[in-house]
């Protein structure tokens, strides 16, 4: 294989990655899920520490988290007496953030047909969430307390490597930080040490194209409106 192939394949997996919201029920192979964590252990990460810890579910114990979840966050009392370990979004959004922000929320809801009246609509399509968005494969990642937040920027590397890697492999993925709000219930349902943060949760399996939320694709800032070159 030539070097321009080798580019063109590597492109190709970076930008046709997407957040999905619509899966087909389509098992993944246990081999192909081995595979793409091997994969994207090769993450740099800082004096080598790799600082990732992953819980695969599928078939009960996906669906056991589900049924665990769900209720608390479709009941604003229980769903209030939840919070997130860390500050995953600022306690004050400032443009041109907020603009994106907005924009990509308001375009999901577009296709969706969700009004911005409808809040019963937007909470049932957050709900999906922890539904994995029916994704067959639902992933937890947890980091040892004791790291500190160098450690999250290798950790970024490590997830960004994971979607890199299942699209390789005709799979699709939804990173999603709505699972650090109920970290708690997390924390019972999959028996994990008191010493392992919950960092985010990752959809994944095969993408149901006929699925129109799936057609979002959303924008990106050019180069030129995020670099400084300097002579």
């Known amino acids: 294989m030539i070097e321009s192939d080798v580019q063109k394949i590597v492109d190709q997996a970076i930008t046709s990655r997407r957040s999905i919201r619509a899966f087909l029920p389509t098992p993944v192979a246990r081999n192909d899920i081995e595979a793409i964590l091997g994969v994207a252990a090769r993450a740099p990460s800082g004096t080598n520490a790799q600082p990732w810890k992953v819980y695969v579910l599928t078939g009960d114990s996906k669906q056991r988290l589900t049924d665990s979840l769900m209720p608390v966050f479709l009941d604003p009392a229980q769903a209030a007496q939840h919070r997130e370990e860390y500050p995953y979004y600022p306690e004050k959004w400032v443009p041109p953030y907020v603009?994106?922000?907005?924009?990509?929320?308001?375009d999901l809801y577009a296709l969706l047909e969700l009004?911005?009246?409808d809040?019963?609509?937007m909470r049932a399509q957050h709900a999906r969430n922890y539904r994995f968005f029916d994704a067959p494969v639902g992933l937890i990642f947890t980091i040892?307390?004791?790291l500190e937040r160098g450690s999250l920027i290798?950790?970024?590397m490590f997830l960004a490597n994971i979607m890199i890697a299942a699209r390789a492999r005709g799979l699709d993925t939804c990173p999603q930080a709505a699972f650090t709000h109920f970290h708690r219930i997390i924390r019972e349902q999959l028996d994990m040490p008191e010493q392992e943060m919950v960092v985010c949760g990752m959809s994944l399996?095969?993408?149901d194209e006929s699925r129109i939320e799936n057609?979002?694709?959303s924008e990106r800032e050019p180069v030129a409106g995020f670099t400084k070159f300097l002579d």
């Open 144 to 146: 040892d307390r004791v």
């Open 154 to 156: 290798d950790y970024g």
């Open 99 to 106: 603009d994106r922000r907005r924009k990509v929320g308001w």
């Open 119 to 121: 809040k019963q609509g």
């Open 115 to 117: 009004t911005r009246d």
């Open 215 to 217: 057609s979002l694709v």
């Open 205 to 207: 399996g095969y993408a």
